[in-house]
């Protein structure tokens, strides 16, 4: 089963910029998906974006388009959040996931391991 372990949380203020890192180890990553998802404080884990097994194609929530930035570097086995414009709602744990799948209307299938998660707090 692969690890991944996330990287690149902290505190930054309101329209800054952050980097997440997810770094796999014990398998290639290289035929996964890879989704992030975040869960705030009191609420239910939330499915972010998802990035597929060679990186041409993405998915993003509503609430994150246009500010966020999924990518990977298979060579690496490594994948990336780029996150613009940061808000206090974006203000949660992040969580990287190898997944089966995905699909253009938000749904995600196929968990096959998750990491730990890096908490990311954005004050106004």
């Known amino acids: 089963q692969v690890q991944l372990v996330e990287s690149g949380g902290g505190l930054v203020q309101s329209g800054e910029s952050l980097r997440l890192s997810c770094v796999a180890s014990?398998?290639?990553?290289?035929?996964?998906?890879m989704g992030w998802f975040r869960q705030a404080p009191g609420k239910e884990r939330e499915f972010v974006t998802a990035?597929?097994?060679?990186?041409?194609?993405?998915y993003y929530a509503d609430s994150v388009k246009g500010r966020f930035t999924n990518s990977r570097d298979n060579a690496k086995n490594t994948v990336y959040l780029q996150m613009n414009s940061l808000k206090p709602a974006d203000t949660a744990v992040y969580y990287c996931?190898?997944?089966?799948?995905?699909?253009?209307?938000?749904?995600?299938?196929?968990?096959?391991?998750w990491g730990k998660g890096t908490l990311v707090t954005v004050s106004s």
């Open positions: 990035i597929n097994w060679s990186g041409d194609n993405t």
């Open positions: 014990g398998r290639t990553i290289s035929s996964h998906a």
């Open positions: 996931a190898a997944i089966m799948g995905y699909t253009d209307t938000g749904d995600y299938y196929g968990v096959q391991s």
